[in-house]
């Protein structure tokens, strides 16, 4: 029963942040740190990331919080195909956790 009630606010908390939201079109999430500058574009199925750090692992949950799925990140620029079905998904990238919107 806790784990279930830390899953529903987890998901809640999730839900109230940013939300990357794929179309067709896909749209563009940029975050600055001070070191550089790491890019997320997700269209439809594709995820393109951008100045990820060498040997970084992106990490796909569901909004119930399990892995769906991960993939090394093993240069600046990868583009990675997921056959995701329509719904809310967390992506994360060592310290970069953002909410992805699959329509």
């Not at 500058?37 to 692992?57: D, E, M, Y």
């Amino acid at each position: 029963m806790k784990r279930l009630f830390f899953y529903f606010f987890f998901a809640l908390t999730l839900l109230a942040s940013n939300t990357l939201l794929a179309q067709e079109k896909g749209k563009t999430e940029t975050v600055h740190d001070g070191r550089s500058s790491l890019t997320i574009t997700v269209s439809g199925t594709s995820v393109r990331i951008q100045n990820a750090p060498f040997g970084s692992v992106m990490e796909v949950y569901d909004i119930l919080g399990v892995k769906v799925t991960s993939v090394r990140v093993d240069s600046s620029d990868k583009t990675v195909t997921l056959n995701l079905p329509k719904g809310y998904y967390i992506f994360k990238i060592g310290d970069l956790v953002r909410k992805v919107v699959i329509k």
